[in-house]
């Protein structure tokens, strides 16, 4: 009788949870949410969190190779902004329940995820440019829907990420046009870069949404308010006539303006290339996570100071 009563009670505050979402009303941490909702909100939002953190290694690569001191101030911002979402997105993460170390303890031991394009080389400069116009590209369309997500502190994060990392897509896509203005060999540079960037940018918006198992539960929630094919779309569409206005071409031979869409038809992503790398074996897994592994221990003294400094602090006070 009362496991009944439990369940029906269970039934009553789930509707009752839809139906603020389904009205557009926004989760706060304190409010009642289904054990599954708060789990693959932790599941997205510490993903990201690790994407950010990881994602400032290949960069950190050309900190001291970038071609001049204005180039190196900028990519040294950058860098630390990347730090500085990652941070955010922890801290938002936080109101799910999990603390941070618990979340990096799953990314050290393999358990979570991070973003399946930073596990791939930056071989030239132009990389830099690549990445900030392709990868912070994609990251914005996905984010600026983000923003409007049902989950109030991801959302917020959102809106603050998403201003920075315009002026990271603005930095990227401008050393890429720079190049493009340069000589024959800094033009290929550029080209070479768009070559290798351009699919695993396209793959960083997940799987078809066909195979996509966790959209169906995000989509209800409005965690996800577009699918992943949708927004592949709008970044294709978007990134294509960037590409044309600084004569780089985009390495998809099938790549042509349909107009009866209004969209770009593109050719097939190579899924079992982006299976390979989530499972671990792209080309830069095991190096990241090395990297990662070690700054985590080189970190340790600082860690415990701060804590030894907090704990002397809050007892003076
Ligand atoms: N990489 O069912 P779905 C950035 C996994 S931030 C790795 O479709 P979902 C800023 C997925 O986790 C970039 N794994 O999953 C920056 C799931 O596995 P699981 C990060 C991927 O969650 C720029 C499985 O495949 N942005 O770049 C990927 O509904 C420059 C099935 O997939 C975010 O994280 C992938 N690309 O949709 C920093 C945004 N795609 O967990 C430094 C927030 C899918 O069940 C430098 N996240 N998987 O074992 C999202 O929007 C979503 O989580 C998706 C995936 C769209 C990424």
């Given at each position: 009788?009362?496991?009944?009563?439990?369940?029906?009670?269970?039934?009553?505050?789930?509707?009752?949870?839809?139906?603020?979402?389904?009205?557009?009303?926004?989760?706060?941490?304190?409010?009642?949410?289904?054990?599954?909702?708060?789990?693959?909100?932790?599941?997205?939002?510490?993903?990201?969190?690790?994407?950010?953190?990881?994602?400032?290694?290949p960069e950190g690569n050309w900190l001291t190779r970038a071609p001049s001191l204005m180039r190196k101030a900028v990519l040294?911002?950058k860098?630390?902004?990347?730090?500085?979402?990652?941070?955010?997105?922890?801290?938002?993460?936080?109101?799910?329940?999990?603390?941070?170390?618990?979340?990096?303890?799953?990314?050290?031991?393999?358990?979570?995820?991070?973003?399946?394009?930073?596990?791939y080389p930056t071989l030239n400069w132009a990389d830099m440019g690549a990445v900030g116009w392709l990868v912070d590209g994609?990251?914005?369309?996905?984010?600026?829907?983000?923003?409007?997500?049902?989950?109030?502190?991801?959302?917020?994060?959102?809106?603050?990420?998403?201003?920075?990392?315009?002026?990271h897509n603005k930095q990227g896509y401008q050393i890429m046009a720079y190049m493009m203005r340069g000589n024959k060999a800094q033009q290929e540079m550029a080209q070479d870069a768009m070559n290798r960037f351009w699919w695993p940018a396209?793959?960083?918006?997940?799987?078809?949404?066909?195979?996509?198992?966790?959209?169906?539960?995000?989509?209800?929630?409005?965690?996800?308010?577009?699918?992943?094919?949708?927004?592949?779309?709008?970044?294709?569409?978007?990134t294509v006539?960037q590409a044309e206005a600084i004569g780089l071409t985009i390495p998809d031979p099938?790549?042509?303006?349909?107009?009866?869409?209004?969209?770009?038809?593109?050719?097939?992503?190579?899924?079992?290339?982006?299976?390979?790398?989530?499972?671990?074996?792209?080309p830069c897994?095991?190096?990241?996570?090395?990297?990662?592994?070690?700054?985590?221990?080189?970190?340790?003294?600082?860690?415990?100071?701060?804590?030894?400094?907090?704990?002397?602090?809050?007892?003076?006070?």
């Amino acid at each position: 009788m009362s496991q009944n009563v439990a369940s029906e009670d269970l039934a009553r505050r789930e509707a009752e949870f839809q139906a603020k979402i389904d009205a557009g009303q926004v989760i706060e941490p304190k409010d009642w949410m289904p054990e599954r909702y708060r789990k693959q909100l932790l599941r997205m939002m510490s993903q990201h969190a690790h994407s950010e953190v990881v994602g400032m290694l290949p960069e950190g690569n050309w900190l001291t190779r970038a071609p001049s001191l204005m180039r190196k101030a900028v990519l040294l911002a950058k860098i630390q902004d990347e730090a500085g979402h990652g941070l955010y997105i922890y801290s938002g993460a936080e109101t799910l329940g999990m603390n941070r170390s618990e979340m990096i303890d799953q990314l050290l031991s393999g358990q979570a995820k991070y973003s399946s394009i930073f596990n791939y080389p930056t071989l030239n400069w132009a990389d830099m440019g690549a990445v900030g116009w392709l990868v912070d590209g994609a990251a914005i369309v996905n984010q600026t829907v983000l923003a409007k997500c049902s989950y109030g502190p991801y959302s917020r994060a959102m809106i603050r990420i998403c201003k920075e990392e315009n002026f990271h897509n603005k930095q990227g896509y401008q050393i890429m046009a720079y190049m493009m203005r340069g000589n024959k060999a800094q033009q290929e540079m550029a080209q070479d870069a768009m070559n290798r960037f351009w699919w695993p940018a396209l793959m960083m918006f997940g799987p078809s949404d066909k195979d996509s198992p966790n959209s169906g539960d995000l989509m209800k929630w409005k965690v996800k308010l577009q699918s992943n094919d949708d927004l592949r779309q709008r970044f294709i569409d978007r990134t294509v006539p960037q590409a044309e206005a600084i004569g780089l071409t985009i390495p998809d031979p099938e790549l042509k303006w349909n107009p009866q869409t209004r969209h770009y038809d593109h050719g097939e992503i190579n899924w079992a290339e982006f299976y390979e790398v989530i499972n671990g074996n792209g080309p830069c897994n095991k190096l990241r996570m090395k990297q990662r592994r070690d700054a985590h221990e080189n970190g340790t003294w600082v860690r415990e100071a701060a804590v030894a400094y907090a704990k002397k602090k809050s007892a003076k006070a």
